[in-house]
């Protein structure tokens, strides 16, 4: 499944220690696009387990996280409006 996770982490004291951890561990998933952006493929399974792990730190009445689903990455167009900086692009 190709997914598309976009997350938003409060600035208050308590999300300066908590953004490095959630990039850190979307970064074990996904691959990072921009700022608070990752997409990749991943199963169903890892999915969960990424839930599980932000669930530690993700705190429900200041922070989000969003996951946009597909099948395949075909099926998801993506166009790039400005500076196109496309990290996934130096795959071969």
């Known amino acids: 499944m ?3 996770l976009v997350y938003d982490i409060s600035q208050n004291e308590d999300g300066k220690k ?3 951890k959630v990039y850190k561990i979307c970064k074990k998933y996904l691959s990072h696009i921009q700022n608070s952006v990752f997409e990749g493929d991943i199963t169903s399974a890892q ?3 990424l839930q ?3 669930q530690h730190y993700i ?12 099948r395949n990455e075909k099926w998801l ?3 790039f409006w400005g ?5 996934t692009s ?3």
Request: aromatic share 12%; net charge negative; hydrophobic share 50%.
């Open 2 to 4: 190709y997914v598309v």
């Open 18 to 20: 908590i953004l490095p």
């Open 47 to 49: 999915i969960m387990q």
């Open 52 to 54: 599980v792990e932000l």
């Open 59 to 70: 705190r429900k009445e200041y922070d989000s996280v969003i996951l946009f689903r597909t």
């Open 77 to 79: 167009d993506k166009e």
């Open 83 to 87: 500076i196109s900086i496309d990290l």
């Open 90 to 92: 130096n795959f071969i």
